[in-house]
């Protein structure tokens, strides 16, 4: 008796909130025929709202797994990445399988083997060996070849028929520098990985190009004030030394990370930042707007790039093939605390008011 009354309640409820008869709704829930679409999706979205679960048979399936690949998550842009392609990726219907590589463990080709194995509908890639111009590339095209769905974030391999989603990086690089020149620095180093990384190239070429148009730097004495070392903090902390030593005011960073390794440099020598030394970070990931001081930094717009990564690899699951080009997504400067006008600019414009 008491069963009965509850279901009926529960019955009654959803028919309430789905605007339709008890008979409709007990239809839909036992998968009965002779319901419209629409009436049977009202049902369904009034248990969900109701805070029911849907029976078994009734669970919306998967429409596949999809594998996402990406690089260590201790810089905290890759997690970034990772939650907002998961989330796209399961609004599609779509399960997420993250393989996270770390130095000394699984590689980007065993993660492959086994994402194959589990017969995945694609797989995205950020920053992966198609980034790096020393690797090989033909894994990739013996992926495509399969066919299988591949879309790649932060990196570009010419010739390799797949949908590729890039920040601008000679685009972040030049607008890092046009924002140290606006305050006043000429000297202007530039603090990166190692060179074989496309995004590298790019960040090198644009910080070349805006130190000769911008800062009026000539070309050739460039070279001592670009400093390639490792990603991470201790990287930006060994580099920012060096230039230090060679009286840079400003430094322009390929990563956040590597910008709070500049500031932790410039404390050790006493200097206060930004008035005695000005840093520019590369990605915006999060929690950097907390630091000491909030860190300046050339924002990744993760959102839409995710989004845009997920809905080309969708497509091409799908037959609608994307075109296979590369989506260049604009940085953006965010001005927080690390940067400050030039020490002898800001010497020279009190001198001019006393």
Known sequence: MGYSAAMRARLSDIA???????????RVLNDRPGVAAETRQAVLT???????????????????????????????????????????????????VLCTQ?????????YVEMLLDRQVSGIVFVSGLHA????????YRALLARPLPVVMINGYVPGIGAPFVS??????????VAHLVALGHRR???????????????????????????????EADLGPLAELSLF???????????LLDRGV???????????????????????????????????????MAFTDPPLTTMRQPVTAMAVAAVRALVDEINGHGAPHSEYLFRPELVVRGSTAVAPSAARLSYARSA
């Open 232 to 242: 991470g903090v201790e990287g930006g902390e060994a580099a920012a030394g060096r």
């Open 46 to 96: 009034a248990l969900d709202v109701l805070g029911y679960e849907r029976p078994a048979r009734l669970r919306k399936r998967s429409a596949g797994l999809v594998g996402l690949v990406v690089p260590e998550l201790d810089n905290p842009i890759f997690p970034a990445f990772a939650q907002v392609i998961e989330s796209t990726l399961a609004q599609s219907g779509f399960t997420p």
């Open 167 to 176: 920040c601008d990086d000679r685009e972040a690089a030049e607008l890092a």
């Open 102 to 110: 770390t130095a000394g463990g699984v590689t980007e080709d065993e």
């Open 132 to 139: 790096d111009t020393a690797a090989n590339h033909d894994r």
């Open 249 to 287: 005011t400003g430094v322009v960073c390929g990563s956040d990370l590597m910008a709070l390794g500049a500031i932790r440099a410039a404390r050790q020598r006493g200097l206060n930042v930004p008035d005695g030394l000005s840093v520019v970070g590369y990605d915006d990931s999060p929690l």
């Open 16 to 26: 309430q909130q789905a605007e339709v008869s008890e008979a409709t709704v007990s």
């Open 188 to 218: 202007i180093g530039l603090i990166t990985g190692p060179d074989r990384f496309v995004p590298v190239q790019r960040k090198v070429a644009g910080w070349r190009s805006a130190m000769t148009r911008l800062a009026g730097v000539a």
